[in-house]
């Protein structure tokens, strides 16, 4: 069963440490806010889920393109954006415990409110709040000698590198309309209230697309993304019973949004956003021919001149790592089933039932004894096979134990190596999830690899 407890991630985040997931940055120095390090199975997990993203929206289209724009703009591009001016959260401290929260956090207590006039009280101690004041969630920077001068930002977003380079993309490639530019990279953001593990971080990855499409088919268009971000979920494994779209009323949308609708993921500390889909309008692009005095639209093929609108499909890869984590997490009873010809014992088991197309390792190559000629033909499988995948050759220990520790980091499948193999040169292959096993002739491990991982 799918872990649930009442510490919420407490579980997860113990797994992430002890087997090369996820470590907390600067650890040897106490930890630095809420950043985080991503171990060797987790940068590989993660790389997994951008290739994923990539494949769907760049490879397997023709409509859109691809783009990797700088980190450090000009200011100019901020100011136009509205970032400078708006992109803030009221913050409240606490006179007692110094603690910081959003005011948008803070409810009302009933319990306070009686004795003391007002029921915005800490959450933490009960504490008197201050007046809220408004806070800038970009980190400001300088570039060059002098402090003072030529301040900029690190971005918050990816998109406004997309929309800046608009007439670029146009004038070096054939696209028409509809067409996307497609991103991913890191984005920053000073957040008064980090948390979570990795779902809210000072710095984090986006995987954005901007859809360009003519103003009267924005909303035809904006329906199709909601429902394509959400099957990419699907497609890669989430349960679609913890997944859900969610509709922002009118009142609550930025103030360059027509229409938002949000992927959410029920996590153990409650339902959250995975990514968002906005209909724009032509917002952007018309902010940035105002404030750059350029030229920024689209020429059709009977020379109509036209802004176009925009479908921003944005997304975070940290977030969508996270929840194919939680979702993947098992810990269940082990029984001996007739199909295997390695007894794992009746034990308690963690697994990540990962996909297997996003798991760090495709396959562990597993030597049944240290001895000749098992460990040579282990070791000729293993430099075969990771010339094309991420795989591991592992000798240590009980063959059992090996099974679990490719278990806990998601490894799909297991090849084992005995003195049968020898004689009839075939492999046992243990399946992760069902924990089965075959007996496949080695010539045939790389073709099984491929096609189990399409």
């Known amino acids: 069963m799918a872990v649930s407890d009442s510490n919420g991630m407490k579980d997860i985040v113990a797994l992430c440490k002890r087997r090369g997931i996820i470590y907390p940055s600067s650890e040897i120095y106490g930890g630095f806010a809420n950043t985080w390090d991503y171990g060797p199975y987790g940068v590989l997990l993660k790389n997994n889920v951008k290739a994923a993203w990539w494949e769907t929206m760049v490879k397997h289209r023709s409509d859109i393109v691809g783009l990797d724009s700088a980190i450090l703009m000009n200011p100019k591009v901020w100011e136009a954006s509205g970032h400078v001016t708006a ?251 007739a199909g295997q010809q390695v007894s794992e014992g009746n034990e308690e088991r963690i697994l990540l039932r990962l996909h297997p197309k996003l798991a760090p390792i495709k396959a562990a190559i597993l030597p049944l004894v240290k001895k000749e000629p098992v460990v040579e033909i282990a070791k000729k499988l293993y430099e075969e096979l990771r010339k094309e995948f991420f795989v591991e050759y592992d000798e240590s220990g009980t063959v059992g134990k090996r099974y679990r520790r490719q278990d806990e980091i998601g490894t799909p499948y297991c090849f084992t190596i005995d003195f049968e193999s020898v004689d009839d040169e075939a492999v046992t292959v243990r399946d992760r999830d069902s924990m089965e096993q075959e007996r496949i002739p080695i010539s045939s491990v790389a073709d099984f690899l491929r096609k189990k991982l399409q």
């Not at 957040?191 to 710095?203: A, D, H, Q, S």
């Open 87 to 337: 992109f803030t959260d009221p913050m409240v401290d606490c006179k007692q415990c110094k603690r910081r929260f959003k005011a948008d956090d803070i409810v009302d207590d009933p319990s306070t409110s009686r004795t003391s006039g007002t029921g915005r009280r800490c959450p933490e101690c009960k504490g008197e709040l201050t007046d809220a004041q408004q806070f800038n969630l970009m980190f400001q920077t300088n570039v060059g000698p002098v402090a003072s001068e030529n301040v900029t930002y690190l971005r918050p977003e990816t998109a406004q590198g997309i929309f800046v380079n608009f007439k670029n993309v146009l004038d070096s490639t054939r696209v028409k309309l509809p067409f996307g530019i497609a991103q991913i990279g890191k984005a920053f953001r000073n957040e008064i209230t980090p948390g979570n593990f990795t779902f809210r971080t000072l710095e984090f990855e986006q995987c954005e697309l901007e859809y360009f499409v003519e103003p009267e088919k924005a909303e035809e268009s904006f329906k199709y993304w909601v429902k394509e971000r959400e099957k990419w979920y699907h497609t890669f494994g989430i349960n679609s019973a913890k997944l859900r779209i969610k509709a922002h009323d009118k009142s609550d949308l930025a103030h360059y949004a027509l229409s938002v609708s949000d992927v959410e993921y029920e996590f153990p500390f409650g339902w959250s956003e995975l990514e968002g889909i906005a209909n724009r309008g032509d917002y952007d692009l018309t902010q940035h021919a105002k404030f750059s005095g350029q030229t920024i639209d689209y020429t059709d093929d009977e020379g109509k001149k036209l802004v176009p609108y925009v479908i921003e499909p944005s997304g975070g890869i940290d977030r969508a790592t996270l929840a194919f984590l939680v979702d993947a997490y098992v810990k269940e009873q082990v029984s001996r089933s």
